[in-house]
């Protein structure tokens, strides 16, 4: 594909209007935009879902920021592209694993990268971080060996080559060509249990290892007992979590036994301590599917086979895979779309998968609330509110979920007792929060010698704490605290150097540590994964303040404008930050309500074209389609609802930004408390159509950029007139009453 200039100059009325030069960039052989055709070329939604996108790092330069750093690997979007369920138990996700070691901690997360030559085995819990991957089962052939060797020198171990070309996955199934041994492999998985099929060659020595050293985190104890022919089970201790397994085969074995500190003793039925493993081998004919049904339990061996007799009780993989798909198709016809290239298409819809795989992704609703509320029904969403446990305090970003807590009650999802809720997070904020807190309050911003880390970020996170506080205080009828919390929340202001502009370091004693860099990045001190520059756009709870700290919206603009066309060139890069346009990082995921800020401005048309822009070229379709960390789908759920139209800046309200819809059409379905559907509409939406002239909201005329959660009503629609140019003055009105 040819270079094309996505964005220029622009002539309104005779005026030359300079806007920021962005490019569209071919990439790894297609772009998320290529080939828009109007309807669909797949016949089911289900067909859509690629959960190979992300497993591979994302290599251009231009968005890269100058990684990798050195020694280091870019990061892919650790993703596992193994089979799960929505809603699975803990971690499970049955899937491909090619190596724990390297340096740079989540370089790789979830244990699998696509540029890498093999592959080490499949285990059945598989994370994003790497905490999580465990219960390594190796179909081979031939001698047993007991480690998997180095990715390196895989020779040297159990490792096998991969044919990349029959590799594959989609909604609940993963599949896989071992080279070396000539061995398909195949997954799927239900919610407590994994299920492998391994179809051999003609083998007098097929073998299925079960190694239970090799893991994350590192296992502290482990055992194995082989029950009979067919069985076998044991535990596997990891920190603090023990997991308990239970392994049934569909054929008896020929011969098995068990190794330890890498002796093998054939014929043993157990062993215990670290590192162990087992092994159980079998006789083949050519294209002999050996099956492995794998039930797991975090209580007790009991739990692990009583999950396995009740999700898989016989040996029937295309039925249990078959009810893997089933389980998502529901989730993914919420959203009909018509119009959108296959790569958009394919984006979405993996979005949508990744971004509502349900408990395991335990950030909800930090993240994506937007999406998940369409994605997932009320009842879902409702038990989620009733269990959450929402916190003053958040870390080392600073916030904690308060905000989230506070949209939903907004939002209509009010079944907990709020107001032992708010008297909850009230004792937290005036006693809680452990240094932090206590700094925090004391200062009013935490002193760079107070000895916390990240300690501009987490004292702009705790304001905006408060401000959601404040928010729940007024819900409460509690006026006085609100006033309290509401003036305690401009707390941010107190890092503010006007002289620099900048959210700065300030000591104990109110002096400034100067001068500053705000390009150079921060790992983890001054600011955590970010620098002066993202921090300044880090408060989403009091945008007229923030831009009150300007002086006046045109100084504010003329910042943003700096901030996504500036060129970003540290000393030294930092491995999360990337998606890189101008300085704005799109690949970390405290950054991604920056490019809707302009719609606060009166500048709406701006918002618009970046986000057409990070649509079209930092999202794709192909295995390096993600840049950066997935972090539980909230990279990809950001383009699930910017595809829509709009995204939410600030959790702790029920209003969403508007962007630039990428559909002509989606209707979505809202759920069985309310049943019936809503319409979005972009008329005549393509590559080069992608400004709203106007818009309408149920029907009535929509000037504002944004719109309420509590307008997405049966029977009503979100109409945009799309055109080639900017109208700047849509977007400057007041929102529908």
């Given amino acids: 594909m040819k270079r094309r200039e996505f964005i220029k100059n622009v002539s309104i009325a005779g005026a030359a209007i300079a806007l920021p030069s962005f490019s569209l960039n071919s990439c790894c052989g297609q772009t998320a935009a290529a080939g828009r055709v109007a309807g669909t070329v797949r016949t089911r939604l289900v067909d859509y879902v690629n959960p190979m996108i992300g497993t591979a790092p994302l290599t251009d330069k231009e968005y890269v920021g100058n990684n990798p750093v050195p020694g280091e690997q870019i990061y892919t979007g650790t993703v596992n592209p193994g089979a799960m369920v929505p809603d699975p138990n803990g971690y499970v996700c049955v899937g491909p694993v090619t190596g724990f070691d390297g340096r740079g901690g989540h370089m790789r997360g979830s244990g699998y990268r696509f540029d890498d030559t093999t592959i080490m085995g499949f285990t059945q819990l598989n994370g994003e971080y790497s905490d999580v991957n465990r219960l390594l089962f190796m179909p081979t052939v031939g001698p047993i060996k007991t480690s998997p060797g180095s990715r390196s020198d895989p020779g040297q171990g159990y490792r096998s080559e991969r044919d990349t070309l029959r590799e594959k996955a989609s909604a609940g199934y993963y599949t896989v060509f071992l080279t070396t041994y000539g061995i398909k492999v195949e997954l799927t998985a239900t919610k407590n249990c994994g299920f492998h099929r391994y ?5 007098q020595q097929a073998n299925v290892l079960i190694d239970l050293a090799n893991c994350r985190p590192n296992a502290s104890d482990a055992s194995v007992s082989i029950i009979d022919k067919r069985t076998l089970q044991g535990t596997q201790k990891c920190g603090r979590e023990t997991i308990y397994f239970r392994a049934v085969f569909n054929k008896d074995f020929s011969s098995c036994g068990t190794w330890k500190n890498e002796e093998i003793s054939q014929n043993s039925t157990s062993a215990t301590g670290t590192p162990l493993g087992a092994y159980v081998t079998f006789t083949t004919t050519a294209g002999e599917a050996i099956l492995v049904k794998v039930g797991t339990s975090t209580s007790s061996q009991s739990e692990a086979e009583a999950n396995l007799a009740h999700e898989i009780p016989g040996m029937d993989f295309d039925a249990v895979m078959q009810q893997a798909e089933a389980l998502w ?27 509502a795989a349900g408990p395991k992704y335990s950030w909800f609703p930090s993240y994506n609330l937007e999406g998940m509320i369409l994605a997932r029904d009320a009842n879902w969403v409702s038990q989620r509110v009733a269990n ?31 107001n032992a809720a708010y008297q909850r997070l009230h004792d937290n904020a005036m006693n809680g929060g452990g240094a932090a807190g206590a700094a925090y309050r004391k200062y009013g911003y935490i002193p760079a010698d107070s000895g916390v880390a990240d300690y501009v970020n987490r004292s702009i996170g705790l304001a905006y704490d408060d401000h959601a506080l404040a928010e729940l205080a007024k819900i409460v009828g509690n006026n006085g605290d609100y006033n309290y919390f509401l003036e305690r929340s401009k707390s941010y202001t107190n890092l503010y150097n006007a ?58 603009i003329a ?34 309500h920056i490019p809707y800020l302009y719609n606060y401005a009166g500048q709406a048309w701006k918002t618009q074209a970046l986000v057409r822009k990070i649509q079209t070229v930092l999202y794709r379709p192909v295995p390096a389609g993600l840049c950066g960390m997935d972090d539980f789908g909230d990279l990809e759920g950001w383009y699930v609802t ?14 969403f930004e508007i962007g630039s819809p990428l ?6 379905a809202l759920d069985e408390a309310n049943p019936g559907t809503f319409i979005i509409l972009a008329k005549n939406v393509s590559d080069t ?29 979100l109409v945009f007139e799309m055109g080639p140019v900017p109208n700047m003055k849509w977007g400057t009105g007041q929102p529908v009453k």
């Fill in 199 to 203: 179809t051999f060659p003609a083998s």
């Fill in 329 to 355: 198709i529901p989730i993914l016809n919420r959203f009909t779309i018509e119009g959108g290239s296959d790569g958009e298409l394919t984006n979405f819809y993996t979005g949508v998968y990744r971004m």
């Fill in 388 to 418: 959450m446990r929402a916190t003053w305090g958040g870390g080392y970003w600073g916030p904690g979920n308060v905000s989230g807590l506070v949209g939903l009650y907004k939002m209509g999802f009010r079944n907990f007792n709020v």
């Fill in 499 to 556: 002289s620099v502009g900048f959210f700065c370091p300030r000591r104990a004693d109110g002096s400034w540590i100067l001068p500053l860099d705000p390009i150079e990045p921060h790992a983890e001190d001054v600011y955590r994964e970010g620098n002066a520059w993202n921090y300044l756009w880090f408060q989403s709870g009091d945008i007229p303040g923030l831009i009150g700290l300007f002086g006046n919206v045109d100084h504010f």
């Fill in 559 to 592: 910042k943003l404008d700096t901030f996504f066309t500036a060129k970003y060139n540290p000393r030294v890069p930092l491995r999360d930050l990337t998606g890189v346009i101008g300085l704005y990082f799109h690949g970390n995921e405290q950054y991604r």
């Fill in 642 to 655: 910017s595809a829509l139209g709009y995204h939410q800046v600030d959790l702790g309200s029920e209003d």
């Fill in 663 to 668: 559909f002509p059409k989606v209707t979505l």
């Fill in 689 to 717: 159509n992608l400004y709203i002239q106007s818009a309408t909201l149920n029907g009535k005329p929509l000037d504002a950029p944004r719109f309420r959660q509590s307008d997405i009503i049966p029977g009503g629609s």
